[in-house]
């Protein structure tokens, strides 16, 4: 089904005296601000997936600011959500703004998922339906809640599934090897508020040591670092000036410190801390921010589809497929 044919007989079914409420200065139908503003129609031409949306997400908070959302996954209130973003979460609010406090239960690295358990004696949560078979096609039609469990944001499957590998912590620095008596490797070029901008390197300084190992050329020191994963810190030993000085460099993510002049991602804002290493992953392109990390991806049936578990950019967003999830959750509760 086309969404041209899923959504004019629901459109239709509303009704369009109700819709179209007042017409412009050409005396053509306009519509009106309830059905213009944030797409208020074709989130309800969504139907009970919309519900199923709100109702089955949680908002994780910590010092009463969001951090992540996650979703519902057992009546008895278990909750999974993206590990990276959540450390510290105490409490859990549903869409009726109601708060439970919460209790770590596991963390995977490899998923980066964590399962918290929502401390109450009620035991008759909504929980999601997982689509356990992977027959999404890049095209259809993804919903999953907003941050503010008030309304939904809807996309497509942008993209094959696949595993997305390690990238590597780096430093955001162009090197040439020096040919001084320093033996050395000299930084040529900062990228701007990359990691090294951060940590106060500056160009013209000669890099020595890495991790108080002996670097002689820009493969050495490449090596060293690349064994480093993006929150890493490596410290550094450096000539300035003649002068010997020392540094602490905590590394950034490959993807973003390489793209700070692409335009795409100047206009992204901000992405998640991690958004490599994934055993598999179905993408999409839900605007979500990423403090929307951790929320149900359902189908347009309202089926699970997966855990978004990173945002890569304004148009790109990661999530781990269901049958990884499901059998993360199973392997902890058998």
């Known amino acids: 089904m086309t969404m041209r044919q899923f959504i004019f007989p629901i459109l239709l079914f509303i009704g ?3 819709i179209f409420a007042f017409k412009d200065s050409n005396q053509s139908l306009v519509l009106s601000n309830d059905y213009r503003i944030n797409g208020v129609a074709i989130q309800n031409a969504f139907g009970e997936t919309k519900n199923i949306a709100l109702k089955t997400t949680v908002r994780l908070l910590r010092n009463d600011k969001l951090i992540a959302l996650g979703g519902i996954v057992s009546e008895d209130g278990y909750v999974l959500t993206k590990a990276s973003s959540c450390v510290g979460a105490r409490w859990a609010e549903t869409y009726e703004g109601m708060k439970y406090s919460l209790k770590i239960k596991k963390r995977d690295e490899e998923s980066d998922f964590a399962l918290y358990k929502i401390v109450s004696e009620e035991k008759k ?3 999601i339906d997982w689509e356990l078979e992977s027959n999404a096609t890049e095209g259809n039609w993804v919903v999953s809640a907003h941050s503010s469990l008030k309304e939904i944001r809807t996309g497509i499957k942008s993209g094959n599934n696949r595993k997305i590998g390690r990238e590597g912590g780096v430093m955001g620095v162009m090197l040439t090897n020096d040919k001084s008596d320093l033996q050395g490797v000299k930084v040529s070029e900062v990228i ?11 160009v013209g300084d000669i890099i020595t040591h890495a991790d108080k190992r002996r670097v ?3 493969d050495s020191l490449i090596k060293i670092v690349g064994k480093k994963d993006p929150g890493d810190v490596v410290s550094l030993s450096l000539n300035r000036n003649g002068k010997n000085e020392s540094l602490l460099v905590t590394l950034g993510h490959r993807s973003v410190t390489f793209d700070l002049f692409n335009r795409n991602l100047q206009m992204s804002g901000p992405v998640s801390k991690r958004k490599d290493n994934f055993p598999m992953i179905l993408q ?3 605007p979500l921010t ?5 929320a149900p991806l359902f189908n347009i049936n309202g089926k699970c ?6 945002r890569v950019d304004r148009v790109t967003v990661f999530a781990i497929p269901s049958s990884i999830a499901n059998k993360f959750i199973q392997s902890i509760k058998n």
């Open 290 to 294: 990423k403090e929307s990390m951790g």
């Open 125 to 127: 949560f909504p929980f």
């Open 284 to 286: 999409h392109d839900i």
């Open 216 to 218: 002689k050329s820009q």
């Open 305 to 310: 589809l997966g855990i978004n578990i990173a």
């Open 192 to 202: 701007p508020y990359a990691a090294a901008f951060r940590a106060g390197l500056k």
């Open 16 to 18: 369009f005296s109700k």
